[in-house]
T-cell receptor
Framework: GESVGLHLPTLSVQEGDNSIINCAYS??????FIWYKQESGKGPQFIID?????DKRQGQRVTVLLNKTVKHLSLQIAATQPGDSAVYFC???????????FGKGTHLIIQP | NAGVTQTPKFRILKIGQSMTLQCTQD?????MYWYRQDPGMGLKLIYY???????DKGEVPNGYNVSRSTTEDFPLRLELAAPSQTSVYFC????????????FGPGTRLLVL
């Protein structure tokens, strides 16, 4: 079946730099996309979401971009901090009652 | 609100044993979900429920059972534990379905030996 995937398993950035985490999805029927942050030993924590009728959404220090033409999603984190170290998952939903389809995740490492 | 709570946090089972993973949410959410997460992987849906008395299979339901007698509780049952069920199990809930934010519990780490 179709699934959401990520381009890179690990991303290393300098503290204070901006981070960009990418995600490719394959389900053209997906209309809801969400980014989660998962710290070691914890459950996924909601960061930001976006619906297919939008191409950009901003939160506090985070921005999600959606390009439906190439089925690509990205998460931008401004001024990366040590507390941003975690695994980041993108997930999508085709609108049914069932759960989200998750990618494998990108491990974000912050260099001092 | 406590959000989504799960018990136990960690459990070791022998092959063939059974157990129930508990999940409770206090947000009055209609939808609840069970996922498993294998090492270095994303989450896969086991079962979900759209309301009390209604459950349905997800992507990987074999070896598991669920029930939803109340809005708050959504227990996951393993009848005959197998090593392939070694994983971290997450329960989640949302108000109106998969196109809304799902809130996750802290997880139950299960080891089957």
């Amino acid at each position: 079946g179709e699934s959401v995937g990520l381009h890179l398993p690990t991303l290393s950035v300098q503290e204070g730099d901006n981070s960009i985490i990418n995600c490719a999805y394959s389900n053209s029927a997906s209309d809801y996309f969400i980014w989660y942050k998962q710290e070691s030993g914890k459950g996924p924590q909601f960061i930001i979401d976006i619906r297919s009728n939008m191409d950009k959404r901003q939160g506090q220090r985070v921005t999600v971009l959606l390009n439906k033409t190439v089925k690509h999603l990205s998460l931008q984190i401004a001024a990366t901090q040590p507390g941003d170290s975690a695994v980041y998952f993108c997930a999508d939903s085709g609108g049914g009652a069932d759960g989200l389809t998750f990618g494998k995740g990108t491990h974000l490492i912050i260099q001092p | 609100n406590a959000g989504v709570t799960q018990t136990p946090k960690f459990r070791i089972l022998k092959i063939g044993q059974s157990m129930t993973l508990q999940c409770t949410q206090d947000m009055n959410h209609n939808y609840m979900y069970w996922y498993r997460q294998d090492p270095g992987m994303g989450l896969k849906l086991i079962y979900y429920s759209v309301g009390a008395g209604i459950t349905d299979k997800g992507e990987v339901p074999n070896g598991y059972n669920v029930s939803r007698s109340t809005t708050e509780d959504f227990p996951l049952r393993l009848e005959l534990a197998a090593p392939s069920q070694t994983s971290v199990y997450f329960c989640a809930s949302s108000y109106t379905g998969a196109t809304e934010t799902q809130y996750f519990g802290p997880g139950t780490r299960l080891l089957v030996l």
